[in-house]
């Protein structure tokens, strides 16, 4: 097996909904540890950060931001498309309609991820107040209607049961997922949910797994590192995970922290850790200086 390396771009930190998801570390004031300031990064950073992964070899970019940054994301789409050969994801979660998604689509756009996060809906609720379930299945509906990959993923161990994880399963088979990415909890300090335990491994590598069994439609299994730490990659893998995301080479120009946790996957060390392993990756490693 191949594994994928998937980078990333977060274009902006703002998020629109008042009342933040309660594990969120990611939009501007929610943790000390995430970034905390907001950002909205200019077209020459994300120009760069494209160029900067693209030139270390990696194929494939995740281009995300709260909610509210449509045009912001739609401009740094067209930027890479324009000048790199990245294929890109796009994931604004449930804040995207369909006049957008067909903007995305003539974009270029490949994927278009909106994680569920949990089925069980009071949890859903009690922990993201200002976001709506329905909202975001209506969206994986769409991403399916207007012919673009779609990629929705599980947060594990934010409370769910073991029943709400096998219906989920269920659901993201019904949708035909393309690509479900599978991510542990990990609290984010300053965040409601700070004393909240991590996610065990074992439950991660667990659920992938089960997707791989499950969800015949699925081509990739996503972990992005924030959620697995170093400890839990090769694991994942060997659990049928065949996307690593949420990693950046060495030289990346901007300040980076995860989604799910503060820390980045450092390309060249993760490739050390593959070739350790003998695992090979789609990273081009020869390529010609741009
Ligand atoms: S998890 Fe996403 S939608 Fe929820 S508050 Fe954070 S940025 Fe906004």
Known sequence: MVVEITSTIHVSNRCSLKRKCAYCGFAAG???????????KTEDEILKAALSMEFAGIKRVSISAGYGNFS???????????KTGLEVLVNVGGDINEEELELLKSAGVETVCCNLETVNRELFERL?????FEK?????????????????????????SEKDRKEHIKLLKSLEVDEVPVMGFRPYPGTPMESVPPAPLTLQLRVIER????????????????????????????SGANNVATVVPENYPLTVKGVGSPQVGIL????????????????????LPL
Not at 214 to 223: L, Q
Not at 273 to 287: A, K, W, Y
């Open 30 to 40: 929610s943790s000390p540890a995430g970034y905390y300031k907001s950002f909205v």
């Open 72 to 82: 912001a994301v739609l401009k740094a789409v067209q930027i890479v498309k324009e």
């Open 128 to 132: 993201k107040p200002d976001d709506s």
């Open 136 to 160: 975001r299945l209506k969206v994986c509906e769409l991403v399916k209607e207007f012919g673009l990959k779609l990629s929705s993923g599980l947060l594990l161990g934010i409370g769910e």
């Open 211 to 238: 997707v791989r069994e499950v969800v015949d439609s699925c081509k990739r299994i996503t972990v992005p590192y924030p959620t697995v730490g170093k400890e839990g990659v090769i694991p994942a893998v060997r």
């Open 268 to 287: 060249e060390e993760l490739l050390n850790l593959f070739d350790s392993f003998g695992i090979e990756t789609n990273v081009e490693r020869e390529r």
